[in-house]
């Protein structure tokens, strides 16, 4: 193997044929499949980007952990879900709120998840906390497909030049020209959607936040007087949304109100109810006393105890009635306030959603940005065995970017960006150029 390395950096040095490259194709690929299958999971450290599931599992308050293989969990739906790491490092949950998690091992953020969730409900749960997807590594230069990649552990330069095919044989200008027209149009599309996501982004905060929305300046910046049209219809679309709850919520209160009248008005005639009970109770009292003493009062005492009972008995029907009342009551402010909760859950859970979705078009836009540059140089430099590669790493870390040198064995990291060149191309050949007046394109993660 190690003949064979030397042999492969050999080629790379002077010149290579296709014949070496599908040699080093085979190799890289086999390269990854055992770096692949020897990554343990339970050790992996999370990234900016990465994609999480995240199930919870409440255990009833009676049972314990101990109990747990004859226990019927609870799922907690509101939080169970997809989430994505965030530029800060975090993961935004509904109701837990902002849990730290990149640099993080997988087994600390559930442990912090498990220790969060006790501390809100009060209860014990299961978390399980799976990585779904990583954020994939970019290659960009004159290479066969540049593009993205899926991200493997101890994935290096030389396995994705091996999954991109090796450097890129002479092509036809038509053909790059082609190329360059479908990456711009796809840069296009993309610059589109993040507007839009800005513009709801906006909103969203807003209404969290009890709010009027105002136009970002990152939003400005891409879209300039289009902002606040944008701004403008996703209020539109929210106001849909926000009027079907007010008339949810506006029926429960006029039901409620309704109750509370109808519950006044039994108060009112239980009293009149009690006090004429306790009026013919206490002639009750006096007749029965004038019957032990001998007084002839046996009808009268008959007649008495008669309207007595049924003055008791509507007086007892009435007060059933009224708790039928409050029990009615009550189970409208129970569900006005259920109806606000959702409300506020769905809130959160739209608004991560988009953030989501805003960091997904950020990098499509940005690779498709750096795609779309490299045709002119490229055409320029046709001759796929004449010259040496060049490898640098453009990596995004602590909220700043940084490129360096690399080599055929540098490890890459999720979100990379591998820029190959020839020697003798211009070190600012692949840069994002693509631009518009009041446009700025995002960088690349």
Request: hydrophobic share 40%; proline share 3%; with cysteine.
């Amino acid at each position: 193997m190690r003949c064979e390395r030397v042999r492969i950096q050999s080629a790379l040095n002077w010149r290579m044929t296709q014949s070496q490259w599908l040699v080093l194709l085979v190799i890289g690929c086999l390269a990854i499949f055992r770096a692949s299958a020897s990554a343990d999971e339970h050790d992996l450290v999370l990234a900016v980007g990465d994609k999480v599931k995240l199930i919870v599992l409440e255990i009833p308050e009676e049972q314990g952990l101990e109990k747990a293989a004859d226990t019927l969990f609870i799922e907690r739906a509101e939080l169970t879900g997809e989430y994505v790491v965030q530029e800060g490092g975090s993961i935004d949950v509904p109701i837990l709120g902002q849990i730290q998690a990149a640099e993080q091992a997988i087994e600390h953020v559930k442990q912090v998840l498990h220790e969060k969730y006790k501390e809100v409900f009060s209860h014990r749960a299961k978390v399980s906390l799976t990585l779904v997807s990583r954020e994939p590594v970019y290659v960009v230069g004159p290479i066969t497909r540049p593009g993205s990649y899926d991200y493997s552990p101890n994935l290096t330069v030389l396995h994705v030049i091996a999954k991109a095919g090796g450097p890129n044989a002479p092509s036809s200008t038509n053909w790059e020209h082609l190329e360059a027209i479908r990456e711009r149009y796809k840069l296009q599309v993309s610059l589109s959607r993040q507007q839009k996501l800005l513009a709801q982004i906006a909103v969203l905060e807003a209404e969290a936040a009890d709010q009027v929305p105002t136009v970002p300046e990152r939003l400005r910046l891409l879209a300039g007087t289009a902002a606040e049209t944008l701004i403008a219809e996703a209020q539109a679309v929210r106001a849909t949304i926000i009027e079907a709850r007010n008339v949810k919520l506006q029926s429960l209160e006029a039901a409620m109100a309704a109750s509370r009248r109808l519950l006044q008005n039994k108060d009112e005639r239980i009293r009149y109810m009690t006090a004429n009970v306790e009026g013919r109770q206490e002639r009750l009292t006096a007749l029965k006393g004038l019957k032990n003493k001998g007084g002839a009062v046996n009808f009268n005492y008959g007649q008495a105890m008669s309207d007595w009972s049924d003055a008791n008995d509507r007086l007892q029907e009435a007060l059933s009635v009224r708790a039928q009342v409050e029990e009615r009551l009550t189970q409208l402010q129970m569900d006005h306030k259920q109806i606000l909760l959702e409300s506020r859950i769905e809130l959160e859970r739209d608004l991560a959603a988009a953030r989501d979705k805003l960091m997904e078009e950020e990098r499509t836009g940005a690779s498709s940005a750096q795609i779309a540059n490299l045709a002119p140089e490229v055409l320029r430099l046709s001759d796929v065995s004449s010259v040496r590669l060049r490898y640098s790493i453009q990596r995004k870390a602590n909220g700043s970017v940084t490129t360096f040198e690399a080599s055929e064995s540098s490890t890459l990291r999720p979100g990379d960006l591998l820029i190959v060149k020839r020697d003798g191309t211009r070190d600012d050949a692949y840069p994002g150029k693509i631009s518009s007046p009041a446009v700025r394109l995002p960088e690349l993660n």
